[in-house]
């Protein structure tokens, strides 16, 4: 599965952004997606996931402001991030996993490239 990440950007604090998640390759109905950040000088971080069932996990930290959704049909998954905060700058990056492994987020199977996200106070 290959994956790329897109839709980051500069934004004002309490902005906005969507991030897309394109895969080719395989279809990710059979999948689960994560979505992690890495923020200069700190470690990548887990931020959401949705299970093929639908079923969905947040960080505590974007939990309220932060929706991840798919499309099946356009195999796109989504995550939608409201009320930014400059805390929120950082790389985005989307994964793929045959088995979520909650609490163990980084074992996942492919990984995408990256997109930038900033947020300005």
């Known amino acids: 599965v290959q994956l790329q990440a897109s839709g980051g950007g500069l934004v004002q604090a309490g902005g906005s952004l969507r991030l897309s998640c394109a895969a080719s390759?395989?279809?990710?109905?059979?999948?689960?997606i994560g979505w992690f950040r890495q923020a200069p000088g700190k470690e990548r971080e887990f931020v959401a996931a949705?299970?093929?069932?639908?079923?969905?996990y947040y960080a505590d930290s974007v939990k309220g402001r932060f929706t991840i959704s798919r499309d099946n049909a356009k195999n796109m998954r989504y995550l939608q991030m409201n009320s930014l905060k400059p805390e929120d700058t950082a790389v985005y990056y989307c994964?793929?996993?045959?088995?979520?492994?909650?609490?163990?987020?980084?074992?996942?199977?492919?990984w995408g490239k990256g997109t930038q996200v900033t947020v300005s106070s």
């Open positions: 994964a793929a996993a045959r088995v979520l492994r909650p609490g163990a987020w980084d074992a996942m199977d492919y």
């Open positions: 390759g395989r279809t990710l109905s059979s999948y689960g």
């Open positions: 949705i299970g093929w069932s639908g079923f969905t």
